[in-house]
């Protein structure tokens, strides 16, 4: 697809728009249809005032929605996006709580300020160029599987500035079900920001096409998620002056007019993703009255030859607590409920139990075969056609223009053998057995930019260990190695233990997390060929290992961990050293690798707390952290974000927040960004400058009525002359209005 289309955004919003009427329609037709043939089955197949009268107007309602994991495909309850609460937030690259440092405009690339551990490789997906871009690039983890009553439509539009800066995005999502066990999807996500900055536009193009199947003993979930990305480079101001003093200059600049280093280069990425998971389950039929009571089970039971009873029937208590009957408080509960068993044994296979339609079924499993593909196929280019080279340090490839692309491709199959928990009473734990095969290629340049294949078969076996239900004790632990077939080395070992401890009406959660991990450094840490950054390093492996905990209860949630990170790798900026270290427009920029010489220590402690007294709200999450190295891994010290508002109704149905918040970080040495490489990477030694000690305030109102979700917001209301960067050398947006409006449609 050519990305240039993105630039007349209201003819694709109405394409988009119109094609997700005709699916709606067909859909609703459809629904209808069934109705009426339902209704006329009732009567007979007669015709008249009572067939009519059978056929209602009414709509049924209802969605849950669930994730799958990426590796053995297990669901986990997810709650709908429907939620009206922080809706304003949403459309922010910076994340909800505006934890990451971006470029300036909305769908930039970005990097978080605060250190999760999450940098896998051994386990991830090693095509790093499209992390920066995971607020627009899909992912299997973000896809949210749906089960409707009917069918259902969210349009979602966001907009803020004019046509000739400013942004909008628009979503649009359609889904519904083909029977109670089955259904289907697509999720249409564009996005076109202009900037307020010159040369600073950003387009992107997302759609997911999903599917799935949840029957009692096969189940299946399928995706094909396609993105498409061109980012503008502008490579930072010329001189941050223009920002931050302004009274230097005899003329008053715009954001519009600031000087930028670049005006020509372009960071695109095209990724291809297809996801399947499936399972198919063994194990056996239980019926229960309303009370719970097993009335029979369709496993083979001994007969007592004495008394001519049967023995061995199952009591109540060998009900799994995962089982229980279905209650409309729990959601977990709930979207099993909603998406009813798959037909079984037939009644004539159950020794003649008659069977009636007040007992509930449940399906015990005990055993699965699980099978899970993914294939990616991804391509990244660097474009600049401009002549002007004084940005650039380096230049390994001769030529009038800079056109450099990489491309990735990988094929992963795991295939585990599963052991369920809780299929009777006395087994307490689940197991998995499983092995892995991944074939991954990577294509660069050599000399004459011809380019050359590079493909590894890598090979994982693991197993796991886990307990989910039950009430108070839970925990999770799964360890895997993995080989090229010639060399064994890298390993996984991570879990989780978590307890729930009741206090009167309300509960203590406890949870620790953990892992340790010896692994390879994704491939482009090693190798990488391109105009301006050339590399082929023989890198030690990357050990860590991390302890984590988290204490919640009510509206107060601690979490605090500790990390060791042995052979630290890094992308290291490199400047010009004979420059003047004040004169950004004259600054020409490198890239290498390193590897830190020592072992990096870290420590992190987030706290969550919220506070309501009536209508007034206010939330609160605070995050310090110490790194022993800031300049191979730089971090503020304190970052926060505080949240006020005043929520109520209007007329009893218009929920309405007003309200403001605030976010800030303390100065550091922040990563600066690469237009080279498209990466976030530390900033050289001998030329480093601090960004942060600077609250960014926005204030809104959001509304919720119905179906419809709505929003006004005026950010970044106290725009002065100071130090609003992120990221070196990069402002972020002065004073901006946004609005907002999401509305479901059930047909």
């Given amino acids: 697809m050519n990305i240039k289309v993105l630039k007349n955004p209201i003819i694709f919003i109405i394409g988009i728009v119109l094609c997700t009427m005709l699916f709606s329609l067909d859909a609703s037709a459809q629904a209808r249809s069934a109705n009426r043939n339902s ?100 992912s299997v983890n973000d896809c949210v599987f749906t089960n409707t009553k009917s069918p259902i439509t969210n349009l979602t539009y966001m907009t803020q500035g004019n046509k000739t800066n400013g942004d909008d995005r628009f979503r649009a999502l359609f889904a519904s079900n083909i029977n109670k066990v089955a259904g289907i999807g697509f999720k249409v996500d564009y996005l076109y920001g202009r900037g307020y900055y010159s040369h600073q536009q950003q387009s992107s193009l997302g759609a997911k096409l999903y599917g799935s199947y949840r029957g009692d003993r096969y189940q299946m979930h399928a995706a094909y998620i396609l993105d498409r990305t061109k980012n503008a480079e502008n490579g930072g101001l010329e001189d941050e002056n223009y920002v931050t003093h302004p009274e230097y200059f005899s003329t008053k600049f715009s954001a519009a007019d600031m000087p930028m280093r670049l005006s020509d280069a372009f960071n695109r990425l095209k990724v291809n993703t297809f996801f399947l998971t499936h399972r198919y389950g063994l194990g056996y039929y239980r019926y229960l009255d309303k009370e719970g009571n097993v009335l029979h089970s369709t496993q083979k039971e001994k007969k007592d030859n004495s008394k001519g009873e049967t023995k061995g029937k199952p009591a109540v208590s060998d009900i799994p607590e995962a089982m229980e009957l279905p209650t409309q408080d729990s959601l977990a509960v709930a979207l099993t409920d909603s998406i009813p068993s798959a037909v079984g044994v037939p009644v004539a296979e159950e020794e003649h139990f008659m069977v009636d339609s007040t007992m509930i079924r449940q399906f015990i499993p005990v055993a699965a075969f699980i099978h899970t ?80 294949n590079t493909t590894y078969n890598y090979f994982t076996v693991g197993a796991q260990l886990m307990r989910e239900q039950g009430k108070v004790f839970h925990y999770n632990v799964l360890g895997e190695i993995r080989t090229t077939g010639a060399e064994w080395g890298e390993f996984n070992v991570e879990g989780y233990v978590n307890f729930n401890v009741p206090i009167r009406r309300d509960s203590v959660n406890l949870r620790v997390d953990g892992f340790v991990r010896n692994e390879e450094a994704s491939y482009y840490y090693r190798h990488y060929h391109a105009s301006n950054a050339w590399w082929d390093n023989d890198l030690s492996k990357v050990f860590r290992t991390r302890l984590e905990g988290e204490l919640s209860w009510r509206k107060t949630h601690l979490r605090v961990g500790v990390e060791t990170i042995q052979n630290h790798t890094f992308f290291q900026e490199i400047q010009d050293g004979s420059i003047d270290e004040g004169a950004l427009a004259s600054r020409m920029y490198g890239i290498g690798v390193a590897q830190a010489d020592k072992n990096v220590q870290l420590l992190t402690a987030t706290l969550k707390q919220d506070f309501k007294f009536g209508p007034l709200n206010w939330e609160n999450e605070l995050t310090y952290q110490k790194t022993s190295d800031d300049k191979v891994l730089p971090l503020p010290a304190f970052t926060g974000w505080s949240n006020l508002f005043l929520g109520f109704k209007i007329a009893k149905v218009l929920r309405t927040e007003l309200g ?79 609005v907002g409006i999401s509305w479901n449609f059930f047909n």
């Fill in 373 to 452: 593909l993914r294939a990616d196929h991804n391509r990244r280019y660097y474009i600049d056609n401009s002549s002007a080279r004084d940005y650039y340090l380096y230049n390994f490839l001769e030529g009038d223009s800079i056109n450099d692309q990489t491309r990735y491709l990988s094929v992963e199959n795991t295939f585990a053998i599963e052991m369920s928990e809780g299929f009777k009473k006395w087994v307490k734990t689940g197991m998995r057995l499983f092995g892995k095969h991944q074939l991954t290629s990577f294509s660069l340049p050599d000399e004459q930019r011809v380019m050359q």
């Fill in 660 to 738: 403001a918040d605030v976010h800030y970080f303390t100065k550091y040495y922040a990563p600066a960004y690469s237009p080279i490489i498209g990466q976030y990477v530390v900033q050289d030694e001998n030329y480093r400058t601090k960004v942060g000690n600077y609250p960014w305030v926005n204030v809104y109102a959001n509304f919720h009525l119905k179906s419809c979700r709505f929003y006004v917001m005026f950010s970044h209301v106290n725009c002065s002359t100071g130090n609003y960067f992120y990221t070196p050398h990069y402002p972020t947006n002065q004073r901006v209005f946004r």
């Fill in 39 to 138: 209704a006329a089955s009732r009567s007979g197949g007669r015709s008249g005032s009572r067939a009519k009268s059978d056929t209602t107007n009414v709509i049924p309602r209802g969605l849950t929605t669930w994730a799958v994991d990426e590796r053995f495909g297990e669901v986990t309850p997810t709650v709908p996006d429907t939620v009206s609460h922080l809706f304003q937030t949403s459309n922010f690259t910076e994340g909800p709580h505006y934890e990451y440092n971006i470029t300036g405009n909305l769908g930039s690339p970005r990097v978080s300020r605060i250190y999760s551990g999450q940098q896998d490789y051994m386990m991830g997906n090693q095509f790093i160029f499209g992390r920066p871009y995971d607020y627009v690039l899909g």
